[in-house]
């Protein structure tokens, strides 16, 4: 059942024992969203837990410190920013998939496999949804608080960067910025630090970056090999994807990755009028028109060339619609 | 003189034919500031002009496109965000350095050349101040002058990412949405796209980057030769310097930059309670606790160990500190 914003805020208000789950590789928004919830649930004198499918790495001590750890039986279970209950993780699917009494989420592809979904595809960030939440359950934004939200807020928008951001971004910003949010120091952690490892295979992909079709498109092919040189690994690629379609011209970036099998996930990225989803669909992927990904299992070379040629026909298809 | 908002709002709904300068080598907020306020004089039937001393580059016609051109005589010089009268550039120095009627900024640091100053130090951007003026003058915000006004908001703040940004900031970027700025064109044009000569020169300087003492100082070294193999130059160099903070354990961030007569201009960022300006006084320059600059002419090699000298004086300062 979908429920608003008034009625998840009565579900909190009205229960106690509650087991928040994040989702798997957790991310800002994630843990930011039910650290915040956590602390005034606790602040309530409610008990209340947070479990992720994955290890909280040291990013989110800024989050998890100082909430109180409680040993009981969990009544409530409560899914914050998992758009589908796979995404909980392996193990996590298997022991909570089928139990998730309420799901608080922003992503309009939730498979709504919850008990009760509050859902706000509007919002840019979860951490926007549980603002709106905590307001309505007119509980305190402690300094605390506001920096687990800011951190939602911040990290899902790439610090105010996407597309998503709205004005309710930012006069959520605003607010918890005015409840004493420690603003700068989420951007130092989350947006202007490096792993050693990323910075290094950051480099070797700079220096893989090739230019295609008079360098209207950018191609980096990251292989088991940079990955084992640098200790990076998959987790790290995010933010490579985007190197390639911020180089001035270029119309579409390619990321490729090889996987342990020795296949390749592709992600393309474009500017302008050029469909990614039109390139990476042909090649048996999907995704949005300005960033989508397909996975090619065939040698590097071969996939490349797979990839250029779709490219190529996507840029062409654009340069005659133009010309009309 | 120093004059309020409410004072500098009155000078601009009482005259009339106006002449806006921007600091050389123009940013985002000098020209976004002078172009929403020539928007917003203009709609009031008032002339006025936009000058300054270099260039505009392409990266803002997004800015200046649809003001009119008009030829008259201005009778009203006034400076948006020149902190120092020098910052005109040569030309409009000696022009114009000694006529500045109205000095709108955000600087501290301000000389104070001006007959009448407007200033709000407490402001990241020019730009804030601008809209708190045309919001007392009662004017309309159309689309065009938020999105003058969101660009100089967003640059000097690196997007709401630096220490200045405060909850105003937040605030008026919340209202500048409202009114239909176009924000992420503004970000993709300003943030997200990297000229080509600019990627070539940070890939080098990526390549380049040492470390040392136990990796808590990064060091890159820009020579001419790398200036002339990627065709890039000293002004694309800004935020080479925070490449080398950004990545993690890095206590000291070292850019040097050979000039034209073989010296080295020298940028330095710290991070933690590692003072920059500390390093660069003890080489003959200055700066703030967390970014500071000087110059060195000697030898390369010479200079990089100079540097390398006063960091790890800095470095092994600190250390002791905190261990008492």
Redesign the interface.
Known sequence: MMINITEAAEYFLENDCFLLLCHASPDGDTVGSASALARVLASMGKKVQIKCGDRFTKDFDILLKGIPEQDFEPEHIVAIDVADSKLLGTEFYALYGDKIELCIDHHASNTLYAENICLEPDSASAAEVVYLIIEEMKAEITPEVATCLFTGV?TDTG?????N????T??I??KL??KGAE??KV?QIF??????TY?AL??LA??D?RFYFS?RCALICITRDMFEKTGSNETETTSLA?LT?????VLVGVLMKEQKDGSFKISVRT?GDVDASEICSRLGGGGHPGAAACTLSMPRQKAINCVLKEVEAELDSVRIDSAD
């Open positions: 911040s610090c105010f960067r996407f597309v951001t709205t004005v309710r930012f006069e910003a605003a910025a005015e603003t700068f951007v947006f202007e630090t490096k792993t050693k910075a950051e480099r700079l220096n970056m360098d985007n379609r911020m180089v001035e011209g500017n």
